[in-house]
């Protein structure tokens, strides 16, 4: 049953998009942070195990593909090592819809805003952090400046906004939040990948052998990341403030103001459930870059090891 199986071969075409969401609905399933670490260590034996040629007798190809899944969704992709449960992206929505769900209702005052944005970024500092590219390390002075570098530029888009809007329509002032997420993102992702573009990352060729390291290739993976960070927090930011300006207005609504946090919690957890996986599912895992994009010193050292064989270099870009 599972003789000349690759467990590494993807299971959907990772060239289109559906394909790249049909894997990350199945790698970001919320149910799959509940699995034990015990389960993990084991999924990850069998992969390391099939790999190698060891698979234990009677093991069908379902039984793979689901340990696959865990490792994939536990494991970093470069490093093997286990994730910390909190930056995995299959936290990002119970985690994810808590503290989207928080900074949207309590908007009005600056301590709050203070208080929620720093706990986001904090959030979101680990995730940047558990989700980079594990083959270029990062100090932890460099983990301190980004995580206050963002926080700082989080709470400054927030609190001046928050000011500036007083006078605005309501609606504009809850709109706020994701404002300050989307700066934050743009400043937290690069901060704490710095090492990816002072040093560059690995690329390789179409046979995963190592080419060098392009700056490059750091800098596309990473936009790559903000955007897709940022796509996949828009439409709960954007169109649950919108429900809730509306919603408040009914008269059963003003009854049960007690339950108006819950319930943007609830329906935060709602959006993300599809836009993680979405986002996620936006540009390749495994990105590519033409050898004509390369630094000229990289490009020349390709091309005069294996002349024009190479017209392409690929990277994790990290999610």
Known sequence: MTAGFDIDAPRWDQGTFAGRLRHFLAITDPRLALVPDAELDRA????????????????SREQ??????????????????????????SFQV????????????????????VFWQWVNQSFNAIVNYTNRNAASPISLRQIAVAYVTATSTALATAVGL?????????LVARWVPFAAVAAANCVNI???????????????????????????AAA??????????????????????????????????????????????LLCGG????MVPAACALFPQRC???????????????????GDKVPYVYFNKGL
């Open 44 to 59: 990850k034996a069998l992969v390391d195990g099939c790999r190698a040629g060891l698979v234990p007798p009677g093991s």
């Open 64 to 89: 793979l593909r689901y340990a696959k899944t865990l490792y994939d969704s536990a494991f970093h992709p470069d490093s093997g090592e286990r994730m910390n449960l909190l930056g995995r992206m």
């Open 94 to 113: 119970p985690g994810g819809m808590a503290l989207t769900g928080c900074m949207l209702q309590f908007y009005r005052t600056v301590p709050a805003v």
């Open 162 to 170: 928050n000011l500036y809007t007083k006078r605005a329509p309501p």
């Open 190 to 216: 690069p901060m704490m990948r710095q090492q990816e573009i002072i040093n560059g990352i690995t690329v390789t060729d179409g046979d995963n052998n190592e080419l060098g390291c392009s700056r490059r």
């Open 220 to 265: 596309k993976g990473i936009a790559q990341v903000v955007i897709s960070r940022i796509t996949m927090a828009a439409p709960g930011m954007i169109i649950l403030p919108i429900i809730m300006e509306r919603l408040e207005k009914f008269p059963f609504m003003k009854r049960i103001r007690v339950l108006h946090g819950p319930l943007q919690v």
């Open 271 to 274: 959006f993300l459930l599809f």
């Open 288 to 306: 590519s870059l033409a050898l004509a994009d390369l630094e000229p010193e990289l490009r020349a050292s390709i091309v005069a090891k294996h």
